[in-house]
């Protein structure tokens, strides 16, 4: 991968989100980082032109956005807007705001996140999954993330290593398995310190990072997108990290 493919989800910083003069701050203290992209989510009340404007003086591009799923699901248009705004053609659903509980009802649910997906393609926008450990629930034996894949023809996928490894599955086979359908790709190592299940900087954990990569070139995916939802250590610090593993090891 290239080093311009690398973005971090702000999601990570959120605390330090929370006004519009925060978003200026810390965006800045991304650049310095060595990012050149982000993906816009956790964040206070700010206008697009505005948080537009902050992001074109850094030098940051916004690679993809998390919208809250209710409204993927019931007005894609609102979404399209938004991302129109923000000059953007990657969204994600983040999470399921109504869980299925029944392979009947995780049909439904693709097939809702499928019309949406239609729509936003129409408009030439690109609508992705982004999974956590409850989409490896079973129904009736499937599970819920092949269900809604299979039923879903249209959704692109934003694979999360970390949670895919939480939840019972192999990172380095979902990502070979979206291959083609995974524009985005959230990075998150998984570890363990202390006997428990830890969020870590990438490099600083268990996941063979090297398969998966290779894997996510192969299969076509543009954005590699580190996030670290709880970190031990300064979010930024953690990022830098994370970054800093990355450009080292892969960034070619």
Known sequence: MKKNQIAAQLFTLREFLKTPADIAASLKKVKKLGFDAVQVSGMGPI????????????????CATHENGAMIVNDPDKVID????????????????????????????????????????????????????????????????????????????????????????DPVAWVRQMAGRLPLLHLKELGIIDNQITMLPIGSGNLNWRAILAEAEKGGTRWFIIEQDVCRIDPFDSLKASLDYLTAKFVR
Do not use: M
């Open 47 to 62: 206008p697009e032109e505005e948080l537009v404007k902050i992001l074109d003086g850094e030098g940051l591009v916004c």
């Open 82 to 169: 938004r991302l129109n705004r923000l000059h953007c053609a990657y969204t994600a659903y983040p999470y399921p705001h109504q869980v299925p509980t029944s392979v009947a009802e995780a049909k439904e649910f693709a097939h809702k996140l499928n019309a949406s997906a239609q729509k936003l393609a129409a408009a030439g926008k690109v609508l992705t999954y982004h999974n956590h450990a409850i989409e490896f629930t079973r129904l009736d034996g499937q599970l819920l993330l092949d269900l809604i894949y299979a039923n879903a023809p249209q959704l692109q996928s934003e694979i999360d290593t970390y949670w895919v490894q939480y939840g019972g599955g």
